[in-house]
């Protein structure tokens, strides 16, 4: 009654000409909301850029980066690049960042693999494994992240043996007051060398990975990523081997003098930042991968033990890759976080970008408004790096139908 009573309402005269005239009104309305925000946004922002004029003037200060080119004159205790004294603020800038880029690579790795144990240890159907991981979240999530940094730095590595005492895991890594030694490839070949070959076997992955997709879109059904990956991995290594003419060594950290030598050594600044970037998040991590098993439904793992598989295979083969798909986007939040609180580094005398560009660089020069801009502009392009590649993901690991 009411669709029919509509319909001839629709039909009357003057009703198309009144509902086109309704619409159009509407449409404008809508864009005229937008233009007055656009106005309004442009008017703070050039209000805000006019009083940042005027402070400069007053003090008599000119915006630009020449300083970059300009003697540090400092030293950095730790770096992943080659630094002396003698090298610019640019350079410093460079360090600053790949010294950030590596806490949160290794604290990212670290958080997840930790959070992803820790997760499947509270749906254990084991009493004793399920409470000790309930106790360890509750426990690690409810501190101030600052604390565990602290605690982890001066408690823990600061009270472990001087380095002629150090205490030995299986005499090929060592634990000393003076960070952690490990054992390391090296292969001879110079910094920038190795990140253009990083970049090429990225390069392939991202191929690869592109290609499954476009396939699965295609029929459903992806390539064989793991092994084709594994084989550009491998291909990439060799090559290397052959054109450079490099040789792999395994070099296992010996004690020379009063400090270790060979294979890769930890700072404590960084060896404490790192873990306790990785355990309490791994915390906040293994609630998000509970609550994305337990989001799958219950008849998928009734379904596959019907089919004969064991708990760790119905998780491996069933569960896991479903939930996969519900943790990709809180995960990816969790990875920023982790990001952006590596910048507690200056607490304990890291070096990253915040104590050596913010820090030290910024009270030499005194030029606040273009080292905050580029420390802001590092710390964007590094979370939109980040979700780019959990975007990537997600997309390749999406469910297509045909």
């Not at 380095?163 to 005499?171: D, F, K, L, M």
């Amino acid at each position: 009654m009411h669709e029919a009573s509509t319909q001839r309402l629709a039909e009357l005269p003057g009703a198309t000409e009144s509902n086109s005239r309704a619409l159009t009104i509407r449409q404008y309305r809508r864009f005229a909301y937008q233009i007055g925000f656009v106005l309004v946004v442009g008017a703070l922002g050039w209000a805000a850029w006019e009083n940042v004029q005027a402070n400069i003037a007053v003090r008599n200060l000119n915006l630009g980066f020449a300083f970059l080119n300009q003697e540090a004159g400092f030293g950095i205790p730790f770096s992943v690049l080659p630094y002396s004294e003698t090298d610019s603020y640019g350079w410093v800038f460079v360090v600053g960042v790949a010294n950030t880029m590596l806490v949160a690579f290794l604290g990212i790795i670290a958080a997840t693999v930790l959070g992803f144990a820790i997760g499947i240890a509270r749906l254990s159907p084991n009493w004793a494994v399920a409470n000790a991981a309930l106790v360890y979240i509750e426990a690690v999530r409810n501190l101030p992240l600052l604390l565990h940094v602290l605690i982890w730095y001066n408690v823990v590595i600061r009270s472990l043996p001087p380095a002629r005492q150090a205490i030995s895991v299986g005499n090929v890594a060592f634990l000393s007051n003076r960070g952690i030694f490990l054992p390391w490839l090296t292969t001879g070949l110079g910094a920038w060398t190795l990140c253009a070959i990083g970049l090429l076997t990225v390069a392939g992955l991202g191929f690869i990975l592109h290609r499954s997709r476009l396939r699965r879109e295609a029929s459903g059904e992806g390539l064989p990523t793991i092994r084709l990956c594994a084989i550009w991995i491998g291909a990439v290594v060799v090559g290397v081997l052959v054109v450079a003419h490099a040789t792999i060594h395994f070099e296992i950290p010996e004690l020379r003098g009063f400090n270790f030598g060979g294979g890769i050594a930890l700072s404590p600044e960084l060896a404490a930042l790192v873990i306790a970037l990785a355990t309490y998040n791994a915390s906040f991590i293994a609630e998000l991968i509970r609550g994305a098993i337990e989001a799958v439904d219950r008849g998928q793992r009734e379904a596959a033990l019907s089919l004969g598989l064991d708990r760790m295979k119905t998780l491996r083969l069933v569960v896991i890759p479903q939930a996969v798909r519900l943790l990709v986007p809180p995960l990816t939040n969790q990875y920023l976080h982790l990001l952006k609180a590596s910048s507690l580094a200056t607490v304990i005398g890291y070096p990253d970008i915040v104590n050596i560009f913010v820090g030290t660089t910024l009270n030499q020069t005194g030029r606040a408004i273009e080292i905050m801009g580029l420390t802001m502009a590092v710390f964007l392009a590094l979370s939109l790096g980040i979700t780019g590649l959990s975007n990537l993901y997600n997309r390749h690991m999406r469910i297509v139908g045909r």
